[in-house]
């Protein structure tokens, strides 16, 4: 059975993923299976990663949810204590211009390298379906899908690149942990200007115009980073209210699929202490 451009190039970029990490299979299966939890929104920034409650929810060993976690720290994803185990990072606007800068930059060198290739028929059918599914998530206003469909287009640009490295670059900053806080960070008509400039860089890439190409997607970063500038109000608040948003959302999946404990299991303890103390 055949399956679409994007699916398969995001299948391709999942295994260059396990490879990537010279682990074994069932690490790589952790990191991924906490990757979509994050991309679901199942876990809200500070939340605490509980090993036993992932192993039970991905179907895999202590084992293999340790060492992901430690990758996904090294990523900047995760932050481990001593004391208190590994819980999501909460990213500030700095790190997030940051981020928006490099993805700038790795976007750049890929539409110049796919230029020079000269974009095949595949490659332009899965930059034509993914810049449809792009204009019809802004058309709804869906925030959350129009970011991770952006996400899926510069895979795909990097895919068709020839260049595997920058796929791995860019898998390794966790781009759709940071969207979610980009997301809430910006107003949602500014992210449908952004979904209106894509239409105009896979245009000017079918034509091997890389150059158009690069100064559309440079204006629109510009301008975000720009926005972020300006106040640094608007984040803080967008952050704190993602904060808010997925602990409420999130709180019914988790507990549906048991990846968190729910704080009335720990009272009769409490209590039984007080008990034995009294005696």
Not at 59 to 87: K, T
Not at 198 to 222: H, R, S
């Amino acid at each position: 059975m055949k399956k679409g451009p994007t699916l398969s190039i995001s299948e391709a970029l999942q295994e260059r993923r396990i490879s990537a990490l010279g682990s074994s299979e069932d690490v790589g299966r952790a990191v991924q299976g906490i990757e979509r939890l994050l991309r679901e929104r199942h876990f809200a920034p500070g939340d605490r990663l509980v090993e036993s409650d992932l192993a039970k929810a991905l179907d895999l060993g202590r084992g293999p949810i340790r060492e992901a976690l430690r990758i996904l720290a090294g990523d900047g994803v995760v932050e481990l204590s001593a004391n208190r185990g590994a819980r999501i990072r909460i990213i500030d606007k700095t790190t997030l211009m940051e981020i928006m800068q490099v993805i700038t930059s790795l976007f750049c060198l890929g539409a110049d390298l796919l230029a020079a290739r000269r974009p095949s028929e595949r490659a332009i059918h899965a930059l034509q379906a993914i810049t449809q599914e792009i204009k019809s998530a802004a058309k709804r206003g869906d925030a959350h899908v129009l970011n991770l469909r952006f996400i899926e287009y510069h895979q795909i640009v990097f895919h068709f690149s020839g260049n595997k490295y920058l796929s791995q670059m860019f898998q390794r900053l966790h781009i759709a942990h940071y969207q979610g806080h980009v997301e809430l960070a910006l107003e949602g008509r500014v992210l449908k200007e952004i979904a209106q400039a894509y239409d105009a860089i896979t245009a000017a890439l079918e034509a091997g115009d890389a150059t158009t190409a690069k100064a559309i997607l440079c204006k629109q970063m510009a301008q975000i980073i720009a926005y972020m500038e300006s106040s640094s109000e608007p984040i803080d608040r967008a952050v704190d209210s993602l904060v808010q948003k997925m602990t409420s959302e999130s709180a019914l999946i988790k507990l549906s699929l048991g990846t968190v404990r729910p704080a009335q299991r720990r009272r009769p303890k409490k209590r039984v202490r007080a008990t034995s103390a009294a005696s």
